[in-house]
C-alpha cells in the first residue's frame, strides 16, 4: 500500500516552533515531488511548500511561510520533514503531506495530485 503517515502536531504559542514528519510507505520518495498542504477550518486546502525530489532538490515555499518553514528530505528514511518556526496563530491548521509528479510545474504552483492523512497544529495567541 502507498501511506504518507503526518505526524507532529500540536499546540504550540505565538513564536513557537514545531517539526512535522511525514514517513512515506510503499514508494521512493526520490521519485516525486512532495510537499504539505494545510487547510485551516472553513477555508481551502492550501500549499505550504515542496521539494522536487531528493535529486533534484529544489524548494519552493508559499509566500506566507517563506522565512519561516522549512522543508527537507531525509532519503534514507524515506521522510520529509516541515520545520515550522515564529508560528502564527494563522497557521493553525491540518497538515498534511503529499506527493505530485516532480517534472513540469507542478511542485512550484504546489499542484498536489495525492496526499496522507493529516496532523493537527493550532497556534495560541
Known amino acids: 500500500d502507498v501511506q504518507l503517515q503526518a505526524s507532529g502536531g500540536g499546540l504550540v504559542q505565538t513564536g513557537g516552533s514545531l517539526r512535522l514528519s511525514c514517513a512515506a510507505s510503499?514508494?521512493?520518495?526520490?521519485?516525486?515531488?512532495i510537499g504539505w498542504l494545510r487547510q485551516a477550518p472553513g477555508k481551502e486546502r492550501e500549499g505550504v511548500a515542496c521539494v522536487a525530489g531528493s535529486f533534484d532538490g529544489t524548494t519552493y515555499y508559499a509566500d506566507f511561510v517563506k522565512g519561516r518553514f522549512t522543508i527537507s528530505i531525509d532519503s534514507a528514511k524515506n521522510t520529509v520533514y516541515l520545520q515550522m518556526n515564529n508560528l502564527r496563530p494563522e497557521d493553525t491548521a491540518i497538515y498534511y503531506c503529499a506527493t505530485t509528479n516532480p517534472y513540469g510545474s507542478r511542485c512550484p504552483r504546489m499542484d498536489f495530485t495525492s496526499w496522507g492523512q493529516g496532523t493537527q497544529v493550532t497556534v495560541s495567541s
Open positions: 510503499g514508494f521512493n520518495l526520490d521519485d516525486y515531488a
